[in-house]
């Protein structure tokens, strides 16, 4: 509580300023008196009622004087001509950028005139007799879905009142359909639109899940949402509950509800649903299609690592007993376990699933077989975490002699290898030998004619490591400008919903080094090019790592020009951090750390005592105890990285004194 206050007081103490170039604002309507807009809701809802009861004659007029309460007076007045199809055309237009605004109040007004329109064409077809389709006024749907994102849900519920009332349940059941498919969306693709989805996921419960409910479908589909959204923010009970209300009477758990238990630590109840689910006996041996249906289980988004690795181990040593090496199955099982365990701090749990798969591919396929490169490359990186870099060098040397062999350098284990021997060397402080083997390497790629320019450009990127270890700051640059040369120009770059792509790399690599040589002014575009593309991607999660990390990297530009907007990002990712992770968690650190190291770099030693606090109460809370028997990198890394935020804490401390 006290750091998300502290963050909070950082960002309210600093001035408002835009993030970048500000959006060209939506269309606004003229202002109504607020007597006249309820007025125009009234009747509008009226009408509806009309049109669900198939009076089209009693609905025109109630639409006509709508609209002419609400609308431009110039463009109501050409609604009874040909032009009406223009001014039409001109209110989806702007109820479009009102939307990519985000302005949803302004978004609601267009909507509501888009839908008054279409509902004046439904109310005056002569063609036409009887009800409505649901259809033919669905933009009151979207239009609902606005005044929710807004704030403003009296009323939205006022307008989806005629449908709950209507005796025809097809549309109670296509308003609710259509909002539970808009709660999905935002949800899962909603970006910066994403912290709404719980609004809207309450209100929509609120309205269709009730005693004389028509829509069933669609209230289980809320309630999925409802559990995912509640799953993310942690309250494993409450999306418990939510996962229950979301399954029909009589079916067993869903794959979400089911990666719930398992991350909530209630692995034998998990595994005996599972069995239950596939028609064996809970608390038998586990059988193949258990362990099959335990995958699709792990593979569910947001089941999370503890779950995943939870579920491996019990699968792993099945498919191990009674699969070949041929097997995809086993080999999937083995890898997605290995690296969990690697990338969760417990490599040596890795390295024995790793060489047992090895031995496996290279007695099948041979040595130098693809089919056992892989788990060369893999075993490397297990070993490689436990800070054994010489033995980890040596595997990525057996791939690299392979390379050299056959002058091929054009596949991935080859580039990897080039990037592993770099890292063990650096990492072992051989700096010179790091130097001289880039080198020859890059004199060697940029011989071969079979080497794409993507892997050109990672081979490029990384001998600017081994550049920058030695000091030599213009060379790096140089070679991140040449690898830069090879990519997509900016007007080109789609950075997509993966993470990596050379392009992303070169100019972060590029903008690191500006930034290193003091030249931060010139490095800000490309911070803001990168941010700019990401968010452009609805792809990409907006909380997700990728983004994040471009939003910190901007951060500390800006911090390191003196830039207030920098110390206003860093304040809101500590706020936000804090609020949903903790104040002692790794998300937290990963923005106090830097902040604060910006903030001494930028000659305010005063003002990043605070991040530093921040980091070093992070760094040696409880959830950062490791076994320091484990001889891993995790527990090298904890005692480095505590060390690293105690200096980061006095030198701070120290320059504020001075």
């Known amino acids: 509580m006290r750091i998300t206050v502290l963050a909070l007081g950082l960002l309210l103490a600093l001035p408002a300023l835009a993030q970048g170039a500000p959006a060209a604002p939506p269309a606004q309507l003229p202002a109504i008196p607020p007597q006249a807009q309820a007025r125009a809701d009234t009747l509008l809802i009226q009408a509806t009622e009309h049109l669900i009861a198939g009076r089209r004659a009693d609905a025109a007029p109630l639409i006509r004087e709508a609209l002419a309460l609400a609308g431009p007076a110039d463009d109501v007045a050409k609604l009874q001509d040909q032009t009406q199809f223009d001014v039409y055309s001109r209110w989806l237009e702007a109820r479009s950028a009102a939307m990519k605004a985000r302005d949803f109040a302004t978004f609601a007004r267009w ?5 008054a329109y279409r509902m004046k064409g439904a109310a005056e077809r002569t063609s036409e007799t009887g009800p409505v389709a649901p259809d033919d006024i669905d933009d009151l749907f979207f239009m609902a879905y606005g005044l929710v994102l807004a704030g403003d849900e009296t009323r939205a519920r006022a ?6 009332a209507a005796a025809d349940p097809a549309y109670e059941r296509a308003f609710a359909k259509d909002m539970a498919q808009r709660a999905v969306s935002v949800q899962n693709w909603g970006g910066q639109d994403k912290p709404r989805a719980a609004r809207l996921v309450a209100f929509a419960i609120a309205a269709f899940d009730r005693p004389a409910a028509r829509a069933p479908d669609a209230v289980r589909d809320l309630y999925r949402v409802q559990g995912q959204i509640l799953r993310t923010a942690g309250d494993f009970a409450g999306a418990s509950a939510a996962y229950a209300k979301a ?3 009589g079916t067993p758990p869903a ?4 990666a719930l238990m398992f991350a909530m630590g209630e692995v034998e109840a998990g595994i005996r649903a599972v069995q239950q689910a596939v028609g064996d006996t809970p608390g ?4 193949r299609r258990a362990a099959d249906r335990l995958i699709e289980v792990a ?8 779950a995943t690795i939870a579920i491996y181990e019990r699968v792993w040593p099945l498919y191990r007993r009674t699969m070949k090496i041929d097997d995809l199955a086993l080999q999937n099982a083995g890898s997605v376990l290995a690296n969990l365990y690697v990338e969760t701090g417990d490599p040596a749990k890795a390295e024995p699933i790793l060489i047992d798969l090895l031995a496996l591919a290279e007695k099948r396929w041979g040595p130098e077989s693809n089919g056992a490169l892989i788990y060369v490359i893999e075993l490397a990186g297990a070993v490689e975490a436990q800070n054994r870099m010489a033995e980890a060098e040596l595997l990525y040397r057996r791939i690299w002699a392979l390379s050299l062999r056959y002058d091929s350098f054009d596949e991935n284990d080859s580039r990897e290898a080039f990037a592993g021997i770099t890292r063990t060397l650096l990492a072992r402080g051989l700096v010179a030998d790091a130097l001289a083997f880039t080198a020859d390497g890059i004199a060697r790629v940029r011989k071969a004619k079979d080497v794409n320019e993507w892997r050109r450009m990672f081979y490029l990127l990384t001998r600017t490591d081994a550049l920058e270890a030695s000091g030599a700051l213009a060379e790096a640059e140089a070679h991140a400008r040449e690898a830069l ?6 007007d080109k770059m789609n950075i997509a919903a993966m993470f990596d792509d050379p392009n992303v790399f070169a100019r972060a690599r590029l903008a690191h080094l500006l930034e290193r040589q003091g030249r931060a002014g010139q490095a800000e575009p490309i911070r803001r090019l990168l941010l700019a593309k990401i968010e452009g991607n609805d792809m990409i999660p907006w909380e997700g790592e990728y983004r994040t990390e471009a939003l910190r990297a901007l951060a500390a530009n800006l911090t390191l020009q003196g830039k207030e907007e920098g110390a206003r990002l860093f304040a809101e990712r500590i706020a936000a951090a804090s609020r949903i992770y903790g ?3 790794p998300q937290l650190l990963d923005v106090a750390e830097p902040f604060a190291r910006a903030l001494l770099q930028s000659g305010r030693a005063g003002a990043a005592l605070a991040p530093a606090r921040i980091a070093l109460a992070a760094r040696t809370s409880a959830r950062f105890t490791g076994d320091a028997a484990r001889a891993n990198l995790s527990d090298l890394a904890l005692a480095r990285k505590r060390t690293e935020a105690a200096r980061l804490m006095v030198e701070a401390a120290w320059k504020a004194s001075r």
Do not use: V
């Open 111 to 115: 909507a509501w005139l888009t839908s």
């Open 159 to 164: 307008f989806l009142a005629p449908f709950l």
């Open 247 to 249: 399954r029909a009477p």
């Open 255 to 258: 794959d979400a509800e089911l």
């Open 284 to 287: 038998a041996p586990l059988s």
């Open 299 to 306: 593979g569910q988004t947001g089941s999370g690592n503890a």
């Open 485 to 490: 040369a090879l990519g997509d120009s900016d």
């Open 583 to 585: 104040a002692d968690s």
